[in-house]
C-alpha cells in the first residue's frame, strides 16, 4: 500500500509559479513510475506529466510543454511538479498517482493504482 499526499496549491495570477510536491509513504517509493493529473470542472482527468522511477524518463502533455516541470526526489520520496508560465486554463484539482500497472499506458489514469487527495491550483486572469 502506498499513501499520497499532495501539498503546494494555491491561487496565482495568470504568468506565475507554483510548485506542487507529493509526498509518499508506504511501499517503496523508488520502484515505479509516477505521474500528476488534473481535472478540471465538468472534464475528464488528464495527465499532466509523468517520470520513470529514475527521474530521466519524462513526457509531458502538449499543453503544459516548456512551462511544467517534473521530478522526485527518491530519497525523500517525493514528487514535484514545478509549473511556471500559468495560464486560466490550468486550473484544476492535481492529482498525483503512483502503481503504474504492468505493461499500462502512463497516460491513462486506471492503470494507476494509487492516487492522493488532490490540491486545487486556480489560476486568475
Known amino acids: 500500500q502506498v499513501q499520497l499526499v499532495e501539498s503546494g496549491g494555491g491561487l496565482v495570477q495568470a504568468g506565475g509559479s507554483l510548485k506542487l510536491s507529493c509526498a509518499a509513504s508506504?511501499?517503496?517509493?523508488?520502484?515505479?513510475?509516477m505521474a500528476w493529473f488534473r481535472q478540471a470542472p465538468e472534464k475528464e482527468r488528464e495527465v499532466v506529466a509523468s517520470?520513470?522511477?529514475?527521474?530521466?524518463?519524462?513526457d509531458y502533455a502538449d499543453s503544459v510543454k516548456g512551462r511544467f516541470t517534473i521530478s522526485r526526489d527518491n530519497a525523500k520520496n517525493t514528487m514535484y511538479l514545478q509549473m511556471n508560465s500559468l495560464k486560466p486554463e490550468d486550473t484544476a484539482v492535481y492529482y498525483c498517482?503512483?502503481?503504474?500497472?504492468?505493461?499500462?499506458?502512463?497516460?491513462?489514469?486506471?492503470?494507476?493504482?494509487?492516487w492522493g487527495q488532490g490540491t486545487q491550483v486556480t489560476v486568475s486572469s
Open positions: 508506504g511501499r517503496t517509493f523508488s520502484s515505479g513510475t
Open positions: 517520470i520513470g522511477w529514475s527521474g530521466g524518463d519524462t
Open positions: 498517482a503512483a502503481g503504474l500497472r504492468a505493461y499500462g499506458s502512463r497516460l491513462l489514469p486506471y492503470n494507476y493504482a494509487y
